[in-house]
């Protein structure tokens, strides 16, 4: 349990990471699919998620590399 070993207890969340994350990947110019499935979310609709089945692999590891 971060919180505790690390001592950010009541300074820092989970929810805090991955929002840092996704906006500073975004600000560097790493594409808002990309982000999303590094964050394990679904696209935004139906009609996306039937068409648009693709795991940006490649990206995705460029992404992590970055991070």
Known sequence: M???T???EGKHSP???RS???TLA????IARDVVEL???HA????VARA???GERFDDRIKLFNWW
Not at 26 to 29: A, E, M, S, T, V
Not at 43 to 46: K, L, M, T, V
């Open 2 to 4: 971060y919180r505790v």
């Open 6 to 8: 690390l001592e950010l």
């Open 15 to 17: 929810y805090g990471w």
């Open 20 to 22: 840092s994350f996704s």
């Open 26 to 29: 975004r600000d560097n110019g």
């Open 38 to 40: 590094a964050l394990d």
């Open 43 to 46: 696209h935004d609709n139906e």
């Open 51 to 53: 068409y648009d089945r």
